[in-house]
């Protein structure tokens, strides 16, 4: 159902859209290429003209590729914007996370149901020396935010923050947009990566060392045999 009401109006309509709207994250696929899938579920009573945008809070252990998601721009149905620039070759413990705001691509009324999958990567770990072989990766379901260009009584909506954030992906000016404060607890969604054993690293870097000595002393023999040096 689409409300079109006066502008005093439209304030208190998405603080309801708010208390009623529902976001959570699910994590597809197996091994270090994943995707994960966000669902913002909102209020029956939508409003025209809202604007939704979701903040992925990233840990380090996984990363997003920029030149993967710029080849998806032109055959997906949301934008999105990195906080900072991303090294595709860094183990995890020599990096750290980062933010992603995604902005879903809404042609005309925004409908109830906002579905959005971004593929993800997982990055390499420190070798484990207790025997462990994966370690786990929590990813937290992105935070929601509203606004609407007719609103302009931001007081009115605590307890959710009015928050400064760019307006869009290009990131050319901010808008004050509303968060949703007391969403659906979830809770964090565990992925499972390999990680090396540590304990084998004395043993092959020596016996990698010994098979190297071996081979240039046999090499050596057989060029001074045949008179090649």
């Known amino acids: 159902m689409i409300f079109r009401i006066t502008d005093e109006n439209q304030c208190g309509l998405l603080k309801r859209l708010l208390e009623s709207s529902r976001v959570s994250v699910e994590i597809n696929k197996k091994g270090f290429h994943r995707e994960a899938v966000t669902t913002v579920e909102l209020s029956p009573y939508v409003l025209s ?12 252990g996984v990363y997003l590729d920029p030149y993967q998601l710029a080849s998806l721009s032109d055959e997906s149905d949301w934008q999105i914007l990195l906080d900072s620039a991303i090294d595709l070759e860094l183990p995890a413990h020599k990096t750290s996370g980062f933010v992603t705001y995604v902005y879903p691509a ?3 009324p925004t ?7 971004i593929p993800i990567h997982g990055r390499y770990h420190k070798p484990s020396y207790d025997g462990k072989t994966f370690t786990s990766v929590d990813i937290e379901a992105p935070e929601l935010l509203l606004r609407t260009e007719k609103c302009t009584q931001l007081s009115i909506f605590e307890p959710h ?8 992906a290009d990131n050319s000016s901010t808008c004050s947009w509303v968060k949703l404060q007391h969403q659906q607890e979830q809770g964090l969604v ?7 054993d540590g304990s084998l690293v004395t043993p092959v870097c020596g016996g990698t060392l010994l ?6 002393v046999a090499l050596s023999k057989y060029l001074w045999k045949h008179r090649l040096v």
């Open 49 to 60: 003209g809202v604007r939704v945008l979701l903040v992925h809070r990233w840990p380090r």
């Open 106 to 108: 809404v042609d005309g």
């Open 111 to 117: 409908p109830r149901l906002l579905k959005v999958t």
């Open 161 to 168: 923050a009015v928050v400064d954030t760019p307006c869009t």
């Open 190 to 196: 565990g992925l499972q990566f390999p990680v090396g």
């Open 211 to 216: 098979v190297t000595m071996i081979s240039c």
